[in-house]
């Protein structure tokens, strides 16, 4: 049984960095061609990829947030995490992590985290 | 970035046949993938690179398409399909998601 879980601080301060992590189970990233991305939504808008890391450690960003973007993961206790600097008001969103086996869409989904950025 | 273009809502009869459309600004093979949200849950996959059914998925919902033009096909609409339905390609980079078309059933 595959499972997705974020966690992140809630709430934080405009400038701060945003620290996500997500665990899961049932599944392994170091299996050949197998990722874990990182999508968010804001509240009642539409979805933006974010990041993604493969098994063979490659990593995939956003170009329009490359900068701000640190995607890393620790294998043997099956976790990816996500690091966005200076954040602000426009960061507040629903924040997914989410399987990705190859070319096949994104086939599981974790619960996502809710994160809102204000002072 | 690819843009992809979905209709913004769509009102249908429990019963019915809805084709829900998403346009590319630019070529995407077969990778375009289809996900359905509900209110307050995380979104689910439906179809894979166009036309493939994911797993659990009933097979009341279909897709199609190749290049630009993609359409996901819900027949017969059950009540349970309310929902916004999102497109997203893979082919191009960044990866891209549809605005979403909202179902609701009369």
Redesign the interface.
């Known amino acids: 049984q595959v499972t997705l879980k974020e966690s992140g601080p809630g709430i934080l301060q405009p400038s701060q960095t945003l620290s996500l992590t997500c665990t899961f189970s049932g599944f392994s990233l170091s299996t050949y061609g197998m990722g874990v991305g990182w999508i968010r939504q804001p509240s009642g808008k ?4 974010l990041a993604n890391i493969w098994w063979d450690d490659d990593k ?1 960003y ?3 947030l490359k900068n701000r973007l640190t995607i890393s993961k620790d294998t043997s206790n099956n976790q990816t995490f996500l690091k966005i600097t200076n954040v602000d008001t426009a960061d507040t969103a629903t924040y ?1 992590c989410a399987r990705i086996p190859s ?10 985290v809710m994160v809102t950025v204000s002072s | ?1 690819t843009v992809l273009t979905q209709s913004p809502a769509l009102a249908v009869s429990p019963g019915e046949r809805v084709s829900i459309s998403c346009r590319a600004s630019e070529g995407v093979n077969s ?1 375009m ?1 289809w ?1 359905q949200q509900k209110p307050g849950q ?4 439906l ?3 166009a036309s ?1 059914l ?2 659990g998925v009933p097979a009341r919902f279909s897709g199609s398409g190749s290049g630009t033009d993609f359409t996901l096909t819900i027949d017969p609409v059950e009540a349970d399909d309310t929902a916004t339905y ?1 497109c ?1 390609q ?1 082919w191009n ?8 078309t909202k179902l609701e059933l009369k």
């Open positions: 539409g979805l933006e990829w995939y956003n170009p329009s997914y070319t096949e869409g994104i086939d599981y989904w974790g619960q996502g | 970035d990778y993938h996900y995380q979104p689910k996959l179809i894979y690179k493939n994911a797993s999102f997203q893979s980079d960044p990866n891209t998601f549809g605005a979403g």
